[in-house]
């Protein structure tokens, strides 16, 4: 299976940063890539697609990039409804595996 | 509108056994693939089963052989029956596919999420 290490496993940041989460994968995952954005007390929701796409709504505060090995899901100026937990998910191979996850607060 | 509700969580002994259902509207769930994905208390997300459109099935090697997944189109229903449940399967369970083909790989939607617990 491919294993997918999110950092930091927490975060805390103000209004108005800018904030950075990353999820390396055990193996190279070309496009196959995507964020997802938890509520708490929510289901997840898809926020962005093959490493870079937004999904419809998805504020253009939101961005994704990276490639191979190294991906990353960067919040600019966070908002108070950005709190949760952000998780990665592979799909270049079955199973499809997700990261441990970033829980953001803010400060 | 386009959802999924699921029902059936609960609490259960070890050893026992519980059936998830997962009713969608506004879209076929045969239609593309559908899985059960748990999240335990405090953890992050861990894909349970998969099932795809011509009926092939995935399952986590900690379900193997217990976990059954399932699918009713007449009912457009989605099912995970659950056997020889553990306290580690403890978890909110969601249920989750793809609508839109367009983002291949992803689960674009969710089910609010049933709690199933497990202990003595």
């Known amino acids: 299976d491919i294993q997918m290490t999110q950092s930091p496993s927490s975060l805390s940041a103000s209004v108005g940063d800018r904030v950075t989460i990353t999820c390396r994968a055990s193996?190279?995952?070309?496009?196959?890539l995507n964020w997802y954005h938890q509520k708490p007390g929510k289901a997840p929701n898809l926020l962005i697609y093959?490493?870079?796409s937004l999904v419809r709504g998805v504020p253009s505060r939101f961005s994704g990039s990276g490639a191979g090995t190294e991906f990353t899901l960067t919040i600019n100026s966070l908002q108070p409804e950005d709190i949760g937990r952000y998780s990665c998910?592979?799909?270049?191979?079955?199973?499809?595996?997700f990261g441990g996850g970033t829980k953001v607060e803010i400060k | 509108e386009v959802q999924l509700v699921e029902s059936g969580g609960g609490s259960v002994q070890p050893g026992g056994s519980l059936r998830l259902s997962c009713a969608a509207s506004?879209?076929?769930?045969?239609?593309?693939?559908m899985s059960w994905v748990r999240q335990a208390p405090g953890k992050g997300l861990e894909l349970v089963s998969i099932?795809?459109?011509?009926?092939?099935?995935h399952y986590a090697d900690s379900v193997k052989d217990r976990f059954i997944i399932s699918r009713d189109d007449s009912k457009n229903t989605l099912y995970l029956q659950m056997n020889s449940l553990r306290v580690e399967d403890t978890a909110q369970y969601y249920c989750?596919?793809?609508?839109?083909?367009?983002?291949?790989?992803?689960?674009?939607?969710w089910g609010q999420g049933t709690l199933v617990t497990v202990s003595p």
């Open positions: 193996q190279a995952l070309g496009m196959t």
């Open positions: 099932i795809y459109t011509g009926g092939d099935t």
């Open positions: 506004g879209f076929t769930v045969s239609s593309n693939y």
């Open positions: 998910q592979q799909y270049h191979s079955l199973p499809l595996t």
């Open positions: 989750a596919g793809l609508v839109d083909v367009v983002k291949r790989g992803a689960l674009d939607i």
């Open positions: 093959d490493v870079s």
